[in-house]
């Protein structure tokens, strides 16, 4: 545990930071498993509009800090590369 002043406000702004990462994190796994559900489901309107909600909850958190940038470009990467074959 801290014992100054600004290092304890420091650990309380990280827990705060940790919670909100999670969050991010989280809605961008559920937009990204509806795009799956919807291929899986073979609706290509839901499969676009999932696709799109993923796109941007994936730059959403990376931008935010809450999943990397590499990490958010390789799943969209592996989303799309799922959604043609899945069509094909």
Same mark, same amino acid.
């Given at each position: ?18 919670? #909100? ?5 989280? /809605?961008?796994? !559920?937009?990204?498993? %509806?795009?799956?559900?919807?291929? +899986? @489901? ?17 730059? #959403? ?5 809450? /999943?990397?940038? !590499?990490?958010?470009? %390789?799943?969209?990467?592996?989303? +799309? @590369? ?7």
């Amino acid at each position: 545990m801290a014992h100054h002043k600004s290092a304890i406000k420091r650990w309380h702004q990280s827990l705060r930071e940790r919670e #909100r990462n999670r969050t991010r994190r989280t /809605i961008a796994r !559920g937009t990204v498993r %509806r795009v799956r559900e919807a291929v +899986a @489901a073979g609706d290509d309107t839901a499969t676009r509009e999932a696709l799109s909600a993923a796109y941007s909850a994936l730059d #959403r958190a990376a931008k935010m800090g809450a /999943i990397h940038t !590499g990490k958010a470009d %390789r799943t969209k990467a592996r989303l +799309a @590369a799922f959604i043609s074959k899945g069509a094909a």
